[in-house]
Nanobody, 123 residues
Framework: VQLQASGGGLVQAGGSLRLSCAASERTFNDFAMGWFRQAPGKEREFVAAVSGSGITTYYADSVKGRFTISRDKAKNTVYLQMNSLKSEDTAVYYC?????????????????WGKGTLVTVSS
């Protein structure tokens, strides 16, 4: 079982990036999916989550109004559209999956983490 994140890179402040997270199994289509990030010297923090149905989303206050999480069940893929990027968004971004939407948001996933993708925002 794998979660493969991609789409990171270098972007100027104010720019946009879209991250993708592809799940290796269709069973993840019923899981809540989320994004977390870890900046240099800081702890990993929650960014955004989408419920298994894709209807409900939740965001950290720091990204609300700038980032949008979505999922395409036909492609087993979750996206994070990041707009109006700031230097403080620089971090390694990780996707995650859990069968509990609330556990994913509150504590992070019980089992499933993807490898990170680096986002660097230059000021």
């Amino acid at each position: 079982v794998q979660l493969q994140a991609s789409g990171g890179g270098l972007v100027q402040a104010g720019g946009s990036l879209r991250l993708s997270c592809a799940a290796s199994e269709r069973t993840f289509n019923d899981f809540a999916m989320g994004w977390f990030r870890q900046a240099p010297g800081k702890e990993r923090e929650f960014v955004a989550a989408v419920s298994g149905s894709g209807i409900t989303t939740y965001y950290a206050d720091s990204v609300k109004g700038r980032f949008t999480i979505s999922r395409d069940k036909a492609k087993n893929t979750v996206y994070l559209q990041m707009n109006s990027l700031k230097s403080e968004d620089t971090a390694v971004y990780y996707c995650a999956a859990d069968d509990s939407y609330f556990r994913l948001i509150r504590w992070g996933p019980r089992d499933y983490w993807g490898k990170g993708t680096l986002v660097t925002v230059s000021s």
